[in-house]
């Protein structure tokens, strides 16, 4: 599955099962693609579409897009570091907004685990267009470990490179 | 920061029942704005797009996060609309959000209210909540900044 990155959100979740009814998410919905995903870390294309805009005097992605896809990926970040996926929920998602995103440009996203605890695991995630250098926003944000459900998607991924 | 241009909210702020129809990413998720006797409600009805991981399912985090949002958006214009109202009169932009996920949010129908916390010249710090079947446990909470009026020299 990992030979032919980059691979849509949407595809992704179909080829490892986790699409039930051909439902495929938000992230599935908002056509992100998945573009890295290795020990290193992850990053993921969010490709401009209309109907992301936040306000068309301004002519700006809207703020809410940006916690969802910093959500997304502070929390596969935990996933790609774990010894044996298991199930997370997010307990806190703090945004920075440090600058507007300009309707036209395609949002890249990555993150990082800085810690996986017994309990808690510690992420941070970032948002930036055109430069890495200059995000348009940051996040931090805490999850809990061992919650109910099955392990996100991304898990079975992940233990298939292994493999 | 952002563009010279006005925003297109400039239009709709004298009704909240507008609000999200003019934010197309809001309208998008489906997110609607009212008032009743207790100030701004806001709902954001279930729909499958609005799921994270459908396997469970649940609705995304940062849609939780984005209602919330929203909410506390709509709760700073419907004060600023008070014309008697001393403070800050531009279309809110968001600064930080942070949001606390107290419970799973299950696929239905969510609903949220706003607090506005301090409502100045410059800066709005609201707390939003929402839930879903009973208020009295709310599924997120969310502590929102925004800017009302643009900075001086020194910004």
């Known amino acids: 599955m990992f030979d032919d990155l980059p691979i849509s959100w949407a595809e992704f979740r179909r080829r490892s099962g986790r699409a039930p009814n051909g439902h495929v998410g938000v992230m599935g919905e908002l056509g992100a693609m998945i573009e890295r995903l290795d020990a290193d870390g ?62 036209g440009e395609d949002l890249y996203v990555t993150a990082n685990c800085h810690k996986i605890g017994r309990n808690v695991a510690f992420t941070t995630g970032t948002i930036y267009t055109n430069d890495p250098e200059d995000p348009a926003a940051i996040a931090n944000g805490s999850f809990m470990l061992g919650t109910a459900g099955d392990p996100p998607p991304m898990a079975t991924m992940l233990k298939g490179q292994g493999a | 920061m ?29 997110l609607m704005a009212g ?58 932009r968001v600064i930080s959000t942070t949001v606390d996920y107290l419970r799973p949010a299950g696929p239905k129908d969510t609903f949220a209210r ?23 446990r709310p599924v997120a909470r969310a502590n929102c900044h925004f800017l009302v009026a643009s900075g001086g020299k020194a910004s």
């Open chain 2, 2 to 30: 952002t563009s010279k241009n006005a925003s297109n909210l400039e239009v709709v702020t004298g009704d909240i029942a507008g609000l999200f129809d003019a934010i197309p990413f809001a309208h998008w998720l489906g």
């Open chain 2, 35 to 92: 008032k009743d006797s207790d100030g701004v409600l806001c709902r954001m009805p279930f729909a499958q797009r609005l799921i994270g991981n459908p396997n469970l399912p649940a609705l995304h985090g940062g849609i939780v996060a984005t209602f919330l949002e929203a909410t506390a958006l709509a709760v700073v214009v419907d004060a600023q609309n008070n014309p008697d109202a001393r403070c800050g009169k531009e279309i809110p």
């Open chain 2, 114 to 136: 706003a607090e506005i916390i301090r409502l100045g010249t410059r800066l709005a710090t609201v707390v939003a909540t929402a839930w879903q079947d009973d208020l009295s």
């Open chain 1, 42 to 103: 992850i990053r993921v294309r969010v490709p401009f579409q209309p109907t992301i805009v936040g306000d068309t005097g301004w002519n700006v992605v809207h703020s809410g897009l940006l916690m969802i896809l910093l959500d997304s990926l502070c929390g596969i970040s935990i996933i790609q570091k774990m010894a044996a996926p298991s199930p997370i929920a997010t307990l806190d998602l703090r945004v920075d907004y440090l600058r507007a995103v300009p309707a």
